[in-house]
Nanobody, 132 residues
Framework: HVQLVESGGGSVQAGGSLRLSCVAS????????MGWFRQSPGKEREGVAG????????YYADSTKGRFTISQDKAKNTVYLQIDGLRPEDTAMYYC?????????????????????????WGQGTQVTVSS
């Protein structure tokens, strides 16, 4: 089993930055893909970034390219999400997700990794609130 714990959320003003962290524990060798998702009240869970942990390939939603950066520290079993230029519409609960699956080749990888249905393991989330 794999457990995920997110941290780093908070309340910030528009234009600010945050770095979210997701620490994985347990059978982490079984994980090949990790992702970050967000969900605000009344909306579906939305993929924002993903990473194929074996080779470091990264994937982004069209809406987050340029402001969101996903990275990993394999030695710490940690995946990060750097968010710059925060906007009020970024306010949401941010979730980390993991899966043993390997992303398919492009052009299918992005759509698959941005889909919440692809991931079987989820953290509890960390809240990000952006004020204008």
């Amino acid at each position: 089993h794999v457990q995920l714990v997110e941290s780093g959320g908070g309340s910030v003003q528009a234009g600010g930055s945050l770095r979210l962290s997701c620490v994985a524990s347990g059978d982490t060798s079984s994980v090949n893909t990790m992702g970050w998702f967000r969900q605000s009240p009344g909306k579906e869970r939305e993929g924002v970034a993903g990473i194929y942990t074996t080779f470091g390939a990264t994937y982004y939603a069209d809406s987050t390219k340029g402001r969101f950066t996903i990275s990993q520290d394999k030695a710490k079993n940690t995946v990060y999400l750097q968010i710059d230029g925060l906007r009020p519409e970024d306010t949401a609960m941010y979730y980390c997700a993991a899966d043993p699956g390997i992303p398919p080749p492009e052009p299918y990888a992005q759509a698959r990794v941005m889909s919440a249905a692809y991931f079987r393991i989820w953290g509890q989330g960390t809240q990000v609130t952006v004020s204008s």
